[in-house]
């Protein structure tokens, strides 16, 4: 099979700005599972045939990376799997239905250590209010990544939000879950003597549900 037919049977288009219908889209009414930034791809391989009652969607803004995603699936195999080039911001839900996804995998997003570059990272308010969106009630986050920094940040910007509770008691986890897939930059980072943070985040409820803070509200109204 070409690439080209590959990607007719794998690839989601995006170039219309059209709700996604995963029961049309997979045949089925599975749970959903989404990867933002699939990289090479096989973090979303192994998985998919892991979970082979799920499906799986994988996300990259990067076309080389996309072609060679879709170049080493299999349509037997893999046909719980599709891909899509999308950028995740505050206009997804255009594509992606609310409510509709039960877990986010978030594999190293690019730490940008320099702190003068700390508003390129993913993890920023802004994003997890689209996460909350676009996931189920109970829905799961998890993040993996190598950078000490970046991980206390992660823990920060969720731990200050009502609608996301960690699942762990210290915010991470050096240990993986069992039946953790090994990507190749994460086993790069590991020879170089940087293990990874493993991060799990439950939705607790949607964000038009958060009751506002009155007493905090008539406090700001009292001082202005």
Not at 70 to 78: G, T
Not at 149 to 178: C, H, N, T
Request: charged share 35%.
């Amino acid at each position: 099979m070409t690439l080209e037919e590959k990607r007719i049977f794998f690839e989601i288009d995006c170039t219309e700005r059209k709700l996604w219908n995963f029961t049309e889209i997979f045949g089925n009414d599975n749970q959903v599972y989404l990867e933002i930034g699939s990289g090479m791809g096989e973090f979303l391989r192994m998985r998919a045939l892991i979970n082979h009652n799920r499906n799986f969607v994988g996300i990259e803004i990067k076309d080389k990376r996309l072609k060679q995603i879709i170049n080493n699936l299999d349509v037997q195999r893999h046909s719980n799997v599709r891909v899509a080039r999308l950028f995740v911001d505050d206009k997804v839900t255009e594509v992606i239905p609310e409510g509709s996804i039960k877990k986010v995998f978030i594999n190293h997003p690019d730490p940008w250590p320099k702190k003068k570059h700390h508003k390129n990272r993913l993890i920023q308010p802004a994003f997890i209010d689209t996460l909350n969106r676009i996931m189920k009630r109970k829905g799961i986050v998890w993040i993996a990544t190598d950078d000490q920094d970046y991980a206390k940040w992660i823990v920060d910007k969720f731990s200050v939000r009502p609608d996301f509770e960690s699942m762990y008691e210290e915010g991470f986890s050096r240990d993986p879950e069992a039946g953790h897939i090994v990507t190749y930059f994460e086993e790069m980072k590991r020879k170089e003597g940087f293990p990874p943070y493993f991060l799990k985040f439950r939705k607790k409820c949607s964000l038009e549900n958060i009751k506002p803070n009155l007493s905090e509200d008539k406090r700001i109204m009292k001082n202005d």
